[in-house]
Structures are given as C-alpha cells and as structure tokens.
C-alpha cells in the first residue's frame, strides 16, 4: 500500500463521524478515505493555487537616452535605484557620471527582479549588466560575472574587475616620467639647453613660495649630486657617488654590471617609487585612509608625508610644495583626502611627485601591486566570461530585433 493511502486510510479511521463526506464532480458521495487524502494532502487544485501564487524572477532590458542626468534618466526608464546601486558605483571606476555623461548618451541597463504573482516588485533586485555609450569617454560596459571561487562582481568587457582597490594613485591625472627600480642620477645627466642654446637651469618650473614657517627639506636641483644608493643598490655593486663608473662584476662584459643596460659614467641607483609629474600646485590625495606619521623636510625628500595604513601597507610623498592644512603628524586621513599639493623640494629636477609603496617596510612597485592594480580574469573564468559577455550581447540583438517588428 502507497504511503499516501495508508495516510489517508489512518486519517480517515480517526475522522469518521467528525467531518461530512465529500462530493465529486459528478455530484457522487467521496468515499472517506479520499476525503481524508485530501484533507491531509491537499489536491492537485490546492497545489495550482499554491503555485499562482508563488514569486517569480524576470530578467528586464531597458534601454534609454539621457536628457538631464544620468541618475535622472535612470529613475525615468523605471530602473530601480537600489539594483542599480553597486552598477553603478563600477561604471564611476572608469567614468565621471556626473561630468562625463551628458545630454544624448545612450544607456542599456538589463537586471533581475522578483515578482509577486499579480505583478508587484518585490526585494532588491540587481544589474546583470550595463552599458553607457558617451561622447566623452566613449562606449563603457560592466558584466556581473561569478568566479571559480563563488565570489561575483562586475568586471569590465576586458575582463578587468570594475571596483575600486584598496588604494587609488595619489593624482587625478597619472603622468609617470621615471618607474620603479634601477635608473641613473638625474643629476648626472646633461643640463637642458634653452631656447637660446645655454645650460638652462634645474629646478624645474618656478614654484610659489612655501607657507611661512615650512622651509625646503633638501637641494631644489642647485646643490652638490652626492646620489648615495641605496642597500638594494650597494648589493648589486654600484657605486655610492655620482660621477663614479659602477663596480663590475666579475665575468660581465664590457665593465658593466652584467643588466644588459648601457652603463654610461655615472652610477645608477634603486628608484624606490614613482615620479609623477604634474604642474606645481597640483593636490594630492592620500592614496587610502591611514594615520599620518610623518610631516615635514626630510632631506632629498624635500618635503615628505608617510602614511601607515595597517596591514604592514605605508605611503611615502617627496618633494611637496607645501602640506595641506591640518596635516601633521598623528593626524587620520581618509582615502582621496587632500594632504598636500605638488613641488620640486628636496633633490629634484623639476616639479613632480614622488610616490612609494611599502610593504614591511620594503618598496614594491605601485604600478604593479594587487592594492592599486586591479584584477583581472585569466583563463577558464575569462573563457567563460567572455562566452557570458557575448550572450549577452546576442540576448540584446534579438530584443531589439523583436521590437522593431513589433511583436
């Protein structure tokens, strides 16, 4: 005997009596042991009644033109705020949204939203992906996609993940005129020549006097090219002054270091950040929130700010003009917060920043560190992703298609 009607049979030995008989379609009396079935089980019509009423998801696509604004153009297509929420903070790592988006850019939203049976929204709902198309910064997309690890974000049509990283570089507009790693004294090189054909000075552009009372931390490119190097760089044999031919290894060619680089006569030594040049004057962010541990001349440096951000991560600022006010030892920062403004102190050419990364105390590459470098995916998940993208974009097509018949 089947679960179900021995159920119904027990049911129906303790509500005999209890409960008056049920009546088929056919107007004829239910035997008790069908009506207790049911009433304990419930039926196939209870189940479809069950089922109406039950939520359901609907993928929507909109697409739209702005008139006004791009949050104002949003709210008009009928996109929810809340879904376009984190969409929208991943399309602000690669645009301006306020100032990049204007009047007849045109926007593709498609997201997910769950539905009560008679049509009501209902929960968040969320973005599957996004594309502006700008006059300004041209056609920008974000896909949400789903790694091989669980972990799901937009990432952009290149595969690049479209958040932002726990530090941002410390200027809005990035300029680098010397990278990491071994380089020779820029003081060892040939003066630049003016238009009139002499030695032009050093120094770089003419910089606004500092605020009373902040004097330079170190030579402003007309004092002695003393370059000591650095541990790193004395471990590799080079020599600790300027004007000296580096020391040779043994079994190298030629004299040099063996680097596969022209030696030159001057030493090289380890640049430990990175040269990012900018007008004098330009404001510099603190690249993540932190505490300021220093402020203030600091040699070569010039004037110099370190900032330790926990987890062993430090930033180091050369050759400011000045320091932003309030910015001083044991003070907290946040990131993108203003903490001083471009110069040429210290031991500098000409009007640029120094920017360095620590970590432990060592300088790592900037450019290439995971804190400001975004990630990216690389093979079976870029596969999949960029199967994902170009479904997607067929979805899309054959809407459009659709729609322009008129079905």
């Not at 301006?96 to 209902?122: C, M, P």
């Not at 799901?152 to 010397?178: K, W």
């Not at 004098?280 to 220093?294: C, D, K, M, R, W």
């Amino acid at each position: 005997m089947k679960r179900a009607s021995l159920a119904a049979a027990f049911a129906a030995s303790v509500m005999i009596g209890q409960a008056p008989l049920g009546i088929a379609a056919d107007n004829h009396p239910l035997d008790e042991a069908t009506v207790a079935e049911q009433q304990l089980l419930g039926d196939d019509e209870e189940d479809a009644r069950l089922a109406s009423y039950q939520p359901f998801t609907r993928e929507i696509g909109v697409e739209f033109v702005v008139s006004q604004s791009f949050d104002q153009a949003l709210g008009d297509a009928g996109v929810p705020a809340a879904a376009m929420l984190e969409a929208r903070q991943a399309l602000g790592t690669a645009l301006d949204l306020a100032r990049d988006v204007q009047h007849g850019d045109k926007v593709y939203v498609r997201y997910e939203q769950e539905f009560t049976a008679v049509g009501a929204a209902i929960g968040v709902g969320r973005v599957l992906w996004a594309e502006l198309r700008t006059k300004a910064k041209g056609t920008v997309a974000v896909h949400l996609f789903r790694t091989h690890d669980k972990v799901e974000r937009f990432y952009f049509a290149n595969g690049q993940a479209a958040t932002p990283t726990s530090m941002r570089l410390p200027l809005d507009v990035i300029s680098i005129s010397s990278g990491f790693g071994l380089r020779a004294d820029p003081f060892d090189q040939p003066p630049p020549l003016a238009a009139i054909g002499k030695p032009a000075p050093m120094g770089g552009p003419k910089r606004n006097a500092l605020p009373p009372g902040l004097t330079s931390g170190g030579l402003s490119g007309h004092g002695a090219s003393i370059n000591t190097a650095t541990p790193l760089g004395a471990s590799l044999g080079l020599s600790p002054y300027a004007n000296l031919k580096p020391l040779a290894r043994s079994g190298s060619a030629g004299g040099g270091m063996g680097l596969g680089m022209g030696m030159g006569t001057g030493a090289l030594f380890m640049h430990e950040g990175v040269d990012l040049v900018a007008n004098a004057g330009t404001q510099i962010y603190a690249a993540a929130a932190g505490v300021v541990v220093g402020a203030a001349p600091n040699g070569r440096y010039g004037n110099w700010i370190r900032i330790e951000h926990g987890q062993k991560l430090a930033t180091v600022y050369g050759h400011l003009m000045a320091f932003a006010p309030g910015i001083q030892p044991g003070e907290v920062v946040e990131r993108g917060e203003l903490i001083g403004f471009v110069g040429s102190t210290g031991r500098s050419t000409g009007a640029h920043l120094h920017f360095e990364l620590q970590i432990d105390g060592k300088p790592v590459n900037p450019i290439t560190s995971p804190e400001l470098k975004p990630s990216q995916l690389r093979g079976p998940d870029l596969e999949r992703f960029r199967k994902q993208v170009a479904a997607s974009l067929a979805e899309r097509e054959r809407e459009a298609k659709v729609a322009s018949v008129g079905l």
